[in-house]
């Protein structure tokens, strides 16, 4: 009996582990309020979004002035040459959630006419969940990149983003559920 209740105890603590860590994520563009903006840099938005780690499931949030901005996704030509003529998709109610549905490459460009060629775009890469957590961020290209596994070495695990940072928790992920309803019949099996 004593055993049971150890069993039901580190599943309790594995379903919960599990919830909380596969939440899918809110990252809020350069990780600050209102930072859907001219850059003082260029390339600011961009050496922000390769330093994270974006899942299918998270949310990317640009907050801005609706009045004088907008944010559009667009392909990765108009992307290159800053044209607004023909977006994906527009947004413009100042507080944009975006949610990254699939893997793969997100282009966005500022809808105010000369603010894309001053800086104000991102690319925003995506991980599929199942490799998610498997690649590190690329700090800097001046790293070398990780052994693989196949090559006997260790793949390091990315800092979680913080509320204080870029990370606000949002919604849940259909990998995570899986895995816990998974747990779930595996205690009920044993």
Not at 29 to 54: T, Y
Not at 115 to 121: M, P, S
Request: hydrophobic share 40%.
């Amino acid at each position: 009996m004593a055993s049971l209740k150890s069993l039901t105890l580190c599943l309790a603590l594995l379903i919960l582990f599990f919830t909380l860590s596969c939440e899918a994520r809110e990252f809020m563009v350069a990780g600050r309020e209102n930072s859907w903006r001219v850059p003082p840099s260029p390339d600011d938005l961009n050496k922000w979004s390769r330093k994270m780690r974006f899942v299918v499931g998270d949310t990317l949030v640009l907050q801005y002035d609706p009045k004088t901005d907008s944010v559009l996704q667009v392909t990765e030509e108009d992307y290159i040459i800053c044209n607004t003529s023909k977006p994906i998709k527009a947004y413009n109610d100042g507080n944009t959630k975006i949610p990254l549905d699939r893997s793969g490459p997100f282009y966005f460009i500022s809808g105010t006419e000369g603010n894309c060629e001053k800086g104000q775009k991102v690319v925003v890469t995506v991980l599929s969940p199942k490799h998610g957590h498997a690649h590190p961020p690329v700090a800097s290209p001046s790293l070398a990149p990780a052994p693989s596994p196949a090559e006997g070495g260790f793949l390091p695990l990315a800092p979680v983003p913080t509320a204080g940072g870029y990370g606000l928790m949002g919604g849940g992920g259909a990998v995570c559920v899986a895995v816990v309803l998974s747990l779930v019949g595996l205690s009920l099996v044993m």
